[in-house]
């Protein structure tokens, strides 16, 4: 029996997503954090590109580890808003602690 899918999961990627990912509940906090990153990238962009991107997404951001990324400093984050590799970033650092806002006040592009 074929599996039926969505019309928007026509490549290998969607499709594993679709699959494996696509409506499935999640309730681990850093899949959580991974998920509303990559959401927020995509704006704009197709969530094919997002999925192309998504190893590189993990490797800038320490593997979605909200404990990791409250400490970016500025420096890092600066870093992050020029990485090529990951496109329309809105730096998450300092979102996990009281006040919000990355460290070391605001970042520009």
């Not at 681990?28 to 590109?49: V, Y």
Request: hydrophobic content about 40%; charged content about 30%; glycine content about 12%.
């Amino acid at each position: 029996m074929d599996k039926r899918r969505c019309a928007w999961a026509r490549g290998a990627l969607e499709i594993r997503y679709h699959d494996r990912e696509w409506g499935v509940p999640l309730h681990h906090d850093r899949r959580l954090f991974e998920l509303l990153i990559l959401e927020g990238a995509q704006a704009g962009l197709s969530w094919s590109t997002i999925l192309r991107k998504r190893p590189a997404y993990r490797k800038a951001f320490d593997r979605f580890d909200p404990s990791k990324i409250v400490r970016y400093s500025a420096a890092r984050v600066r870093r992050l808003m020029n990485d090529a590799g990951i496109p329309h970033i809105a730096a998450p650092a300092g979102g996990g602690r009281a006040g919000g806002g990355p460290p070391g006040g605001e970042i520009e592009r």
